[in-house]
């Protein structure tokens, strides 16, 4: 079994939220991971909701901001929060911006040096951290999905995307939609996987993956803030047009007034909450 190292445990919403250590092989650090275990694994086991966050994020945003405990104990489902990047390599120029390197994994594998031993964290979200819950926690194997924010909703998007099966519902809260397009993505795509010109790009950037898509159509939830001060790099509209032209089903919300912040999130994480337990539980 998988050795993890328990940080911290708290009691909340008749739940617990505990948080994590564990050393990684696909990243070659220690990680910490943050996961919430509902009031009714207490008789059994549960389905998993897998939460990625954004820029500049841990695995503590999420647990500390959004209020998602009181949903997932409704619903009784498990919650995991990854960290955002791998974190103490001190690999030259690691923490010299906030937007590249630690805290801005962006959820793919990167293929460049100096990243591309470490910088893993699409395989480490959909395969190591995966084999970790299960091994260690009451989860119904099989019945998990994926929702985040941001760089963590593009992941989110991604992960699905690429593993039409693994999950059972994805949804992203501002995602970024269209990296190749947009100042923050473009910036990780070119640093992790080299300039455009050597074609990788559109293997990680989520309106690329629907237009290469081949199976059965996955509904995409798409949740977006009309005020959101990201709008220019996040580029909602050409995922969705994407979507429209390939017949990729889409759930878009628009929520009028609110911004990029973990306040939007709070505020309508119970939706999605609701909407992963149903294809969950069902
Ligand atoms: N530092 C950036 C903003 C970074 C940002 O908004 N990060 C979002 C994800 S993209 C977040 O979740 N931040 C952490 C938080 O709000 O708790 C800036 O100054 O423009």
């Known amino acids: ?3 993890i190292t328990k940080i911290t445990s708290n009691k909340i919403f008749g739940g617990t939220q505990k948080v994590f250590a564990h050393d990684s092989k696909e990243l070659g650090c220690s990680m910490r991971f ?3 275990i509902p009031p009714q694994c207490d008789q ?3 389905p998993v909701i897998y939460w990625l966050s954004g820029l500049e ?3 503590a945003n999420c647990i500390q901001k959004s209020g998602i405990q009181r949903h997932a104990a409704e619903h009784g489902v498990i919650i995991v929060c990854p960290d955002t990047s791998p974190r103490g390599l001190n690999l030259p120029g690691e923490k010299d911006s906030w937007d590249f390197g630690e805290g801005a994994g962006f959820y793919l594998d990167a293929t460049e040096a100096p990243w591309n031993k470490n910088y893993r964290m699409y395989s480490y979200v959909t395969s190591e951290l995966i084999d970790v819950v299960n091994a260690n926690f009451p989860v119904i194997p099989g019945k998990q999905s994926i929702m985040g924010h941001s760089m963590g909703g593009h992941g ?3 992960c699905a995307l690429k593993n039409p099966t693994l999950y059972k519902s994805v ?3 501002a995602p970024i939609c269209n990296p190749s397009q947009g100042a923050w993505g473009k910036k990780a795509l070119e640093g992790y996987l080299g300039p455009q010109s050597k074609g990788l790009w559109s293997q990680w950037d989520a309106t690329e993956l629907v237009k290469s898509f081949k199976g059965d159509p996955m509904e995409l939830f798409i949740d977006q803030g009309t005020a959101d001060q990201f ?3 996040l580029l909602p509209e050409n995922l969705i047009n994407t979507c429209k032209d390939t017949q990729m089903p889409t759930i878009l919300k628009m929520r009028e007034g609110y911004d990029h912040s973990y306040y939007y999130i709070a505020t309508f994480i119970g939706e999605h909450v ?3 337990a149903q294809h969950l539980c069902n």
Do not use: D, N, P, R
């Open 44 to 46: 059994g086991k549960a």
């Open 1 to 3: 079994m998988t050795a």
């Open 156 to 158: 989110a998007l991604v």
């Open 231 to 233: 709008l220019s790099q």
């Open 34 to 36: 943050a996961i919430f």
């Open 57 to 59: 994020c841990t695995e």
């Open 274 to 276: 609701a909407y992963h």
């Open 171 to 173: 949804s992203a809260f």
